[in-house]
Structures are given as structure tokens and as C-alpha cells.
């Protein structure tokens, strides 16, 4: 099993810039990756990207392409999520999660860290 613990969500102006973090712990050996996902209020929870643990590949939704980068750093077991040109559309609950094996279910889940983009 794998615990995971978000940090770094906050109130921001549009415009700005925010880094979450998402430090692992437990199994992490056995991880294929770790994705970023958000749920906005009254919609669905979306993919916003994911990271290989192995070579480090990244996948990013088109709505944030260009703007939001992810990162990991081995050493703590800790993956971020660097999101610049914030917009209010980015508001959500943000979740990080891990995965065993490519196209498999996400079955480890953070608790969420909010972030709120201000107009």
C-alpha cells in the first residue's frame, strides 16, 4: 500500500503561480507512476497529468499544457506540481495518485489540497 500526503494549495490571484507537492510513502518501489487530477465543484474529477517513475515521462492535459509542470524528486518520494498562468477555471480540489502498471487503476489517492484562482 501507498500513502500519499498533498501540500501547497492556497488562494491566488489569476496570473499567478503555485507548486503542490505530493510525498509518498509505503510501496513505492512497486510504482509504474504518479498522476495530478482535479475536481472542480459540481463537475467530474479530471486528469491533469502523471509522471513515470522509471524515465520520468510526463503526460499533461490540454488545459494545462504549456502552463503546469511535473516533477519528482527520487530522494524524498515526493512529486510536484508546478502550475503557472493560473486561471480561475483551475480552481479544484487537487489529488495526487499512484499507479502499478501502465493503463492500470489508479488505486492510491491522496486527500486533496485545495486551490482557489481569484479574478
Known amino acids: 500500500q501507498v500513502q500519499l500526503v498533498e501540500s501547497g494549495g492556497g488562494l491566488v490571484q489569476a496570473g499567478d503561480s503555485l507548486r503542490l507537492s505530493c510525498a509518498a510513502s509505503?510501496?513505492?518501489?512497486?510504482?509504474?507512476?504518479m498522476g495530478w487530477f482535479r475536481q472542480a465543484p459540481g463537475k467530474e474529477r479530471e486528469f491533469v497529468g502523471r509522471?513515470?517513475?522509471?524515465?520520468?515521462?510526463?503526460a499533461y492535459a490540454d488545459s494545462v499544457k504549456g502552463r503546469f509542470t511535473i516533477s519528482r524528486d527520487y530522494a524524498k518520494n515526493t512529486m510536484y506540481l508546478q502550475m503557472n498562468s493560473l486561471k480561475p477555471e483551475d480552481t479544484a480540489v487537487y489529488y495526487c495518485?499512484?499507479?502499478?502498471?501502465?493503463?492500470?487503476?489508479?488505486?492510491?489517492w491522496g486527500q486533496g489540497t485545495q486551490v482557489t484562482v481569484s479574478s
Open positions: 509522471i513515470t517513475l522509471s524515465g520520468g515521462d510526463t
Open positions: 509505503g510501496r513505492t518501489f512497486s510504482l509504474y507512476d
Open positions: 495518485a499512484t499507479r502499478t502498471r501502465l493503463n492500470g487503476v489508479y488505486t492510491s
